[in-house]
Structure formats: C-alpha cells, structure tokens
Nanobody, 124 residues
C-alpha cells in the first residue's frame, strides 16, 4: 500500500502562483510514476501532469503546459506541482496519484493510489 497526502492548496488571485506538495509513504519502492489530476465543481476529474519516479520524465496536459511544472524529490518521497500564471479556470480540487505499473500515462484508471485532494481557488 502507498499513502499520499497533499498540501499547499489555497486561494490566489489570477496571475499568481501556488506550489502543491504530495508526500508518499508506505511501499514507495513500488511507485513507477506520480501524477496530478484535478476536478472542478460539476466536472469530471482530468489529468494535469505526471512524472516518472526514477528518471523524472514528465508529461503535461495542454491546458497547463508552460505554466505548471511537476517535479519529484525521491529522497523525501515527495512530488511537487509548481503552478504559475494561474487562471480562474484552474480552480479545482487537485489530487495526487501514484502508479505502480510501468508507462507514463494520463488516465486516472491507471493510477492505483490517491490522496484526499487539496482545494485550489483562483479569483479573477
């Protein structure tokens, strides 16, 4: 089992920045990749970004490319999401997820472990 705990959400004005953190514990040696997803009110959960644990390869949703950066600290078992130039449409609950199978994938069904989520609200 892998446990994930997110932190760093909050309220920010449009154009501002936030950094989300996700601390992993438990069987972290089984993690192949970590991802961030988000769910806006009344909408489905969507992929944001993912990173492979060992090599640090990354993939991003088109909507956040150039604004968000995903990174990981394997010594601290933590993944980060640096969010810059935030827009009101980035408002959502952000979830951290861990994948134990190989492949850098963008589908939530391919992630086995999930955090509880952290709210990000961007005001206009």
């Amino acid at each position: 089992q892998v446990q994930l705990v997110e932190s760093g959400g909050g309220l920010v004005q449009a154009g501002g920045s936030l950094r989300l953190s996700c601390a992993a514990s438990g069987r972290t040696s089984s993690i192949y990749a970590m991802g961030w997803f988000r769910q806006a009110s009344g909408k489905g959960r969507e992929f944001v970004a993912a990173v492979t644990w060992s090599r640090g390869s990354t993939v991003y949703a088109d909507s956040v490319k150039g604004r968000f950066t995903i990174s990981r600290d394997t010594a601290e078992n933590t993944v980060y999401l640096q969010m810059n130039t935030l827009k009101p449409e980035d408002t959502a609950v952000y979830y951290c997820a861990a994948r134990v199978g190989s492949g850098l994938v963008v589908y939530e069904r391919n992630y086995s472990y999930w955090g509880q989520g952290t709210q990000v609200t961007v005001s206009s």
